[in-house]
């Protein structure tokens, strides 16, 4: 075990790229996205100094408490090797004494139901966080949805939609909705219908700076840029992530106008052809939330993702090793408050 240095990215890149358990979240590039976190890569090597294993690890000191360790859909590994999740825990407790941290918060990309995982993580000082449901509980969405598109064509894939979402994509296409590829200065064009839509569904966006960051690091191998026009005007978009044998939906917008044109619906499949074009393994939709009830508001989410026959998939949620168990249940307590009155804060703001 051992941390990444300067000379080890190239073979850390072409590791996580060619990995089957692969995450755009554990790359560089995305770590270089979020400036204001500290990055360490935990490596796990065997004899012959391969990488076997690795943990992408960020670093933020939260005042009062100390320092944060935090990983976002890690480790990158075979999961039931042991010897392997041991080296990547010993690494992990080593970064913890290095920068003092009060706790190390893992969200993998691990199913649920995967007994074995959760075993293996327990025996290494892994605890399991149980019982969130909704997206402000964990940092990473809980539940998703992804469609499975490995050796699949498009007649395949289109054929298996909902009825009503075939339709969607084919109404949007008669009645003149074009989708193209933007460039950095469309950006604007999407940041301000982001605006419009954080509006309309009460969520907070990102600044536009942020959405210039992501593509200066991701584009054009790892990012893109769709947007949908009617008659020249940018009426809705999206910025999917390509990292490895899958894509991620990871933001979307829609205008108020034309709306009932179904724009998000052609913009979707019009990505999804484009994974299958990479020869991609899955489609991930990300998150929605764990409450399947249709007077819940996120619902129609949850109804427009089910549309295109993805399978709705729970995982594991957060697994954390305390380090300083009471300062960080002091710390969960703050966390809890905070966002109990941001939550607060919003609904006062959308009343006004």
């Known amino acids: 075990m051992r941390l990444l240095e300067e000379k080890d990215k190239e073979n850390y890149k072409k ?24 990055k360490e890569v935990i490596l796990s090597e065997d004899d012959k100094g391969n990488i076997r294993g690795s943990l992408c690890v960020w670093i933020r000191k ?28 010993k690494g992990a407790n080593e970064l913890a004494k290095k920068y003092k941290a009060f706790v190390l918060r893992v969200e993998p990309d691990v199913l649920k139901i995967d007994e074995k995982f959760r075993d293996i993580i327990s025996k290494n000082g ?7 449901k909704d997206f402000k509980d964990e940092i990473q969405p809980r ?34 909705v074009t989708i193209k590829e933007g460039s950095k200065e469309d950006l604007k064009d999407f940041h301000n219908i982001m605006v419009e839509t954080g509006e309309r569904d009460n969520f907070i966006i990102r600044s536009l700076s ?3 960051k992501m593509y200066d690091e991701l584009a054009p191998n790892h990012m893109k840029l769709l947007m949908a026009y009617h008659e020249n005007e940018p009426i809705a978009g999206i910025i999917p992530i390509m990292y490895g044998n899958k894509v991620w939906y990871l933001y979307g917008a829609s205008s108020n106008k034309h709306r009932n044109l179904m724009p998000n ?20 939709f990300r998150g929605v939330s764990g409450v399947v009830d249709e007077s819940h508001p996120q619902y129609g989410l949850y109804r427009f993702k089910k549309g295109f026959n993805a399978e709705f998939t729970e995982f594991i949620g957060e697994i954390y090793i305390p380090y300083k168990p009471l300062v960080y249940k002091l710390y969960k307590i703050a966390e809890k408050t905070f966002r109990s009155l941001r939550t607060l804060k919003k609904k006062i703001t959308s009343k006004k």
Request: with cysteine; aromatic share 16%; glycine share 6%.
């Open 62 to 89: 939260i005042p009062i408490f100390g320092n944060l360790m935090y990983s976002a859909r890690g480790p990158v590994c075979n999961l039931y090797n042991e010897d392997i999740i041991a080296d990547l825990a």
């Open 143 to 176: 539940f998703v949805f992804r469609l499975d598109i490995k050796g699949k064509n498009e007649e395949e894939i289109f054929g298996a939609f909902h009825q009503k979402t075939r339709y969607n994509i084919r109404l949007a296409t008669k009645k003149g």
């Open 210 to 212: 942020y959405f210039e």
């Open 265 to 284: 619906y052609l913009l979707q499949w019009t990505m999804i052809q484009e994974a299958i074009k990479r020869g991609c393994d899955m489609y991930d």
């Open 126 to 132: 892994f605890k399991i966080k149980d019982d969130s």
């Open 15 to 38: 590791f996580l790229e060619s990995h089957e358990r692969c995450n755009f979240q554990q790359s560089l590039e995305w770590g270089n996205v979020k400036t204001s976190w500290k």
